[in-house]
């Protein structure tokens, strides 16, 4: 569907009957922003920002599609994207997303998952005992994957490892709760 079609039926006086509140569609866009936040229920969430040649819309993203989707949100990248219609009174319309999946802009085609990157993502926390490993263990639990992850302790110089899903959502917020030098990723 056009973005700009639903987005005029939502505005236009007498609401035209296409598209109603809770409606199952499909958008094909270009990311141009997202961003990221914490629920009240500790589950992360992503409000993206879908752009097309007739309009834009927002997308809302709950953690379940981030935990299945994240890898594909980045800024720029074409995707395919379903979801639900959110039409509220006092605002624009939004898309509830179900499954976000990236389009080839050449062809229209929906991609394979890209092949995994060999990177791994180090960490360096102040000790085992540390205010801010709560946070890290939780924010890496939203972010499951199969990138190494590599959490070093200085006041005691053990290692620990585990894995995630490599998202620059993740990375912005582990380096808000490290700092950016102690976020490393070879």
Known sequence: MPIGRIMEDFTSEGRNSHFR???VVTLAGVIVSYKTKTTRNNSLMAYIGLEDSTGSMELL??????????????TNS?????????ARDDKAPQLL??????LNAST???LKTPE????KLYLKLAGEHCDELVKIKRVLNMFVGETPVVLYFADTKKRRGTA???????INELKSILGEKNVVIK
């Open 108 to 110: 229209g085609d929906v």
């Open 21 to 23: 509140d809770d409606q």
């Open 61 to 74: 993203v709950f953690q379940r599609v981030l935990t299945e989707c994240g890898g594909y949100i980045k």
């Open 78 to 86: 074409p995707v395919l994207v379903t979801g639900r219609i959110s």
């Open 164 to 170: 995630c899903l490599l998202h620059e959502a993740l």
């Open 116 to 119: 995994p990157e060999q990177k």
């Open 97 to 102: 997303c179900d499954n976000i999946r990236p």
